[in-house]
């Protein structure tokens, strides 16, 4: 291109948009004075042209290159004042990334050129740099979103029948060996047939995917030899982060979803919306930082040099104003039209919806959403709180969210540790957190079940290790949470010991029983369903190595009996509506009946009473599950369907307990479903009679089911 020709353009759409002719070009900067699109070679080393975008509208700078490709590489820089002390850290000297860039080339490499003032100046960041940063940045890409969906159908699963399967693109096949070593850790990888089949038949509704937006290593880690492997560090929020793609394309994605979706499975996305890689006065100008600090991001309101923030990172993103309201909501509409996205998991969602300084329910984001013909449709799932005062909002958000429930992890955790008096509280998490969830309509799906996260210990490090070994991060094992409710069962680590190895998978099957059969939305863990361990890191966000990466090249026999178990246990809850009800549990007789749908036990088998649940409590507790009186599967011509009885038994004590069993109808009795003190859970089948008593091991969980003599709906039997 010898002479670029450029005319007026639209001010709308923002960013870069190839209409098969030419590319017009917008950038939302409430607050410059000049904009000038760069653009580069294709390999992005070399700058060809610098073209001020020559018209200015609604403070939107736009120009429409009509002899600009699809595959141009560019970048932006930005003209204004450089006075921090006003929230201005306009820098024409940093080649900036345009915030709609929906494709990144290049590796980015940290230099002091990246930041707007001199580094180690006595001034700070009051000084002005003037080297240019280009060959360190990677370069957008203008690119051609045509790609063949076919018959690509979402497959909207109803939220009670979701179970979430949390994972890593990168780490899930780094290791996968049937996979092509091209592949491993990319979209193409997740692509595999090998792949796709194993999530589909583990059963899983929806995979969640960690961050997928292009992110950087912050400059501490990437000087210690480390990396922000987990990717809460976003740079742009329509790429994909380019070392996923092992094309270098976009299709590669959108494959990715489709087949994802052929084997019924949605795709949810972990987003970061609430900060940016840029950081605090003391950050890196890469993007939003050089194109209009004081409007993108929330600054002090007594010295706007600094920054507010709620997140830790050193900055939060200002949806308050309009134009950076509107670049989220654009971006989540991106990924759900064009890439096929079905929801989204919102990083210390708080953040997102203070409109000053506190959380508002009705803050413009969450508003804006929640009236969105597009995103209202999708799943939406919070982490209800950041690190702000009265950050902690579990319960606050809208109806129609989901919501992470760390009070279901820590009372489940703490119950099968062997902590007393936890008995009421346990009972409300296993059926939903009514306490939390039960208003404006809102029902028990709302509720994210998990015992485990990225963040944290693995299952099997909770039942391997009493305190986290957090020395390869290299931060003297002072980084991640000391409050893990774990416990080694008397070694450190891994060993040998075969009582030790069998009370620790014991406890893996209590975990995951708990997990998969409580009301609410389960979230498993990518490689809990076979043990996988991270040596007692419980912040691995920075290993992008074997400590992080799945290896099913080494499942022991363990891992294998706790995958089988994992597998029924899938099916046994997406077979029983009792296990994922629409509604809340009322525990009263139900209308018309002499039935309650759920009905709370003592040992000796009768109903608790009030005063019982007033009492020292014990650590044991039991309930049955009629399927008769409650939640119906309809039939195609909405007639119900009833469900079977179930009775349900937990013991974390260390010693065994007599407890007796129910009575029920004539001519049937209790069949039971698992135990998980025996290695073999789901095999270990055997009929007994009601008013008899069943001997529950210690540190047990115990599921039997009501059947006829004929043995009819008996699941251990209907679900091998």
Request: aromatic content about 12%; proline content about 5%.
């Amino acid at each position: 291109m010898t002479d670029v020709r450029v005319w007026p353009g639209s001010p709308y759409p923002l960013g870069a948009t190839w209409d098969g002719k030419g590319v017009n070009f917008a950038l939302f900067s409430a607050h410059a004075e000049k904009v000038e699109l760069c653009l580069f070679n294709t390999k992005g080393s070399r700058e060809l042209h610098r073209v001020p975008l020559p018209e200015y509208t609604d403070q939107v700078w736009h120009g429409y290159f009509p002899d600009v490709r699809a595959g141009q590489l560019y970048g932006y820089r930005v003209y204004g004042p450089y006075e921090p002390q006003q929230g201005h850290r306009f820098n024409h000297h940093k080649l900036l990334i345009d915030p709609y860039a929906k494709s990144l080339r290049g590796a980015f490499k940290w230099t002091d050129a990246h930041f707007g003032y001199v580094v180690g100046h006595e001034d700070e960041d009051l000084s002005f740099d003037t080297r240019d940063n280009a060959a360190a940045m990677p370069k957008c890409e203008v690119v051609d979103t045509a790609f063949t969906w076919g018959q690509d159908m979402p497959p909207r699963r109803q939220w009670h029948e979701t179970i979430i399967y949390e994972m890593h693109v990168r780490g899930f096949t780094a290791n996968h060996k049937e996979v092509a070593a091209q592949h491993r850790g990319t979209f193409a990888g997740l692509s595999d047939p090998g792949v796709i089949d194993y999530l589909k038949n583990l059963g899983v509704t929806a995979v969640e995917l960690l961050p997928i937006h292009a992110f950087i290593d912050e400059r501490a880690l990437a000087d210690r030899g480390l990396s922000n492997y987990w990717g809460y560090n976003s740079l742009a929020f329509f790429a994909p982060n380019p070392s996923y793609l092992a094309t270098g394309a976009l299709e590669e994605f959108k494959t990715c979803v489709h087949l994802l979706h052929d084997a019924g499975i949605e795709v949810i996305l972990d987003v970061v919306y609430n900060h940016t890689a840029e950081g605090n006065h003391m950050g890196p100008t890469l993007s939003l930082k050089g194109i209009d600090n004081a409007t993108y991001y929330k600054l002090d309101d007594d010295d706007p040099r600094y920054y507010a923030d709620f997140t830790g990172c050193g900055n939060v993103l200002n949806l308050h104003r309009h134009g950076v309201q509107q670049l989220v909501l654009d971006s989540l509409r991106y990924w759900v039209e064009e890439m096929h996205i079905d929801g989204f998991r919102f990083d210390l969602a708080t953040a997102l919806a203070r409109e000053s300084v506190d959380f508002d329910l009705h803050a413009g984001f969450l508003d804006a959403i929640g009236q969105d013909p597009v995103l209202s449709r999708v799943k939406r799932i919070a982490e209800p709180w950041d690190l702000g005062d009265d950050g902690y909002q579990l319960g606050n958000f809208p109806p129609g969210w989901g919501e992470w429930n760390d009070q279901y992890r820590d009372v489940v955790r703490r119950f099968w540790h062997g902590e007393s008096d936890l008995v009421p509280e346990l009972a409300t998490r296993l059926t939903g957190s009514s306490d939390i969830f039960n208003y404006r309509g809102r029902h028990a799906w709302a509720s994210i079940n998990f015992v485990t996260a990225h963040d944290g210990f693995t299952l099997r490090d909770l039942v391997s290790y009493s305190e986290k070994h957090n020395e390869a991060n290299l931060e003297d094992n002072q980084d991640g949470t000391d409050a893990n409710f774990s416990d080694n069962h008397g070694v450190e680590g891994e060993t040998d010991d075969p009582e030790i190895r069998e009370i620790r998978l014991r406890q893996q099957k209590n975990f995951l029983a708990t997990l998969l059969l409580s009301e609410g939305t389960p979230m498993l863990t990518a490689g809990d369903e076979f043990g996988r361990s991270q040596g007692g890191n419980n912040n691995a966000y920075c290993q992008d190595n074997e400590i992080s990466w799945l290896n099913r090249e080494e499942i022991d026999e363990e891992g294998r009996n706790l995958s089988e178990f994992v597998h029924r246990l899938i099916r046994l809850r997406r077979k029983h509506i009792v296990f994922h009800r629409y509604r809340f549990f009322q525990g009263e007789t139900v209308p018309g009946t002499t039935m309650k749908d759920i009905t709370w036990l003592k040992p000796d088998g009768q109903e608790k009473t009030a005063e019982d649940w007033e009492a020292a409590q014990s650590c044991c507790l039991s309930y049955l599950l009629n399927g008769e009186a409650g939640e119906y599967h309809l039939t195609a011509k909405g007639e119900p369907e009833p469900d079977d009885t179930f009775l349900v038994i937990l013991n974390s004590l260390d010693e065994e307990i007599e407890h007796c069993l129910p009575p029920i109808n004539t001519g049937k009795d209790w069949q039971l479903v698992f135990d998980t003190c025996e290695r073999d859970s789901f095999s270990a089948s055997r009929r007994c009679d009601d008013n008899s008593t069943y001997k529950v091991s210690p540190k047990s969980f115990v599921l039997m089911v009501r059947c006829s003599e004929s043995g009819q709906g008996n699941p251990s039997q209907a679900d091998g």
